[in-house]
């Protein structure tokens, strides 16, 4: 069924997607707020806020909040991204309103309480260390940072254990006063939901927001070439080898997503069968595009023992190379576009992935994406646009390579 938008009289957006045929709704509250618009100093608020809206409201306490959810059979979480934070749940159809009123109540009501602050920083500080005890994950952001330096977009979401430690309660509630308004707040569902009574709950639950002010505008990222070798005592070479691409915005996108499923999405994918299939370098092996309002990143990622490491480098620059000599054969085209149209088509028989594309379409467009606009422009995509687009930003000199290892 069609996407129904309702803009309420204070900007809020809702978003409702009917599923009669399901017996369940996923429900977001999303805020158009993430790390790159965090101002010097506040690196990590964005995600401690997240963490803080779980501590307790005027009315609910944290235990409250989970099991105001989870003691109905349904699921309650959040994530903070480079430009946007949702808060959302899974719940039976007879619980939407309920639903609504715990995520309303955690992002109109927080008490930001201070005391459940210092706990929460002490919380953040160990998932820092857990994430850097983690190098296949860690690598990411470090990867970023190398790359895109002191830009807003090259910040690592979770902060710094500097940054982190310096927040105030005070620090928490100007950044929710900047950034948590009317026209940056979407809730959206998709399920088995009375279009009119959803409308209803979110005009009485959200009404207290106020108009945003202007957005921050942001330039676009310039990768930094070059290679970074980071000593760790780990087992394997954790590492990401990328460059720039493009913006939610380009007319390129969907060349850029064919070209990585060329390169590294799947088991079909040129880097899986050349490095795990063919030669058995690597366990995990392949490659992701990131894609923001102003600017984005193409990265191959993986794990390799340190007596391989320079084998998979050169593997890796080897297939970079063919893309951008001899393009993609037709056969192969159609059979990376069958993958992603049915990658994308398959994800969306799920209610919370069908949520989370129409908020991010409405974010990014200001419409719904019908599913079929997608998948024809996945379509028209030819070898001659994936072959320039290649020469265009895989050449040597352009990439930038992160690794963290025994070295």
Known sequence: MPI???VLPNGVRVLVERAPHVQSAAIGLWCRTGSRHERPGEEGITHLIEHMLFKGTKHRSAKQIAEDIEGRGGMLNAFTDKEQTCYYCRVLADDVAVGVDVLADMMVHSLLDTDELAREKHVVLEEIKRGEDEPGDHVHELHLQYRWGDHPLGKPIIGTKE?????SRDDLTRY??????????VLAVAGNVDPDAFRALAEEKLADFVASEPEDTVSRPVGVAGKHEVAKDVEQVHFCIGTDSCSVYDDDLYVAAVLDGVLGSGMSSRLFQEIREKRGLAYAIGSYNLAYTSGGAFTVYGGTGLETWNQVQSLVREEFDKLIRD???GDELRRTKKLLSGNM???LEGMSAR???ATRNEFVHGRDVPVEE???RIEAVTPAQVQEMALRILAEDRITTTAI???
């Open 163 to 167: 940054s982190v430690s310096s927040f």
């Open 374 to 376: 997608t998948l024809a």
């Open 4 to 6: 129904e938008k309702r």
């Open 176 to 185: 929710v006063g900047r950034r948590y308004r009317a026209e940056n707040v």
């Open 405 to 407: 290892g025994p070295f």
């Open 355 to 357: 949520m989370m594309r």
């Open 327 to 329: 393009g993609v054969p």
């Open 345 to 347: 088509v398959l994800a």
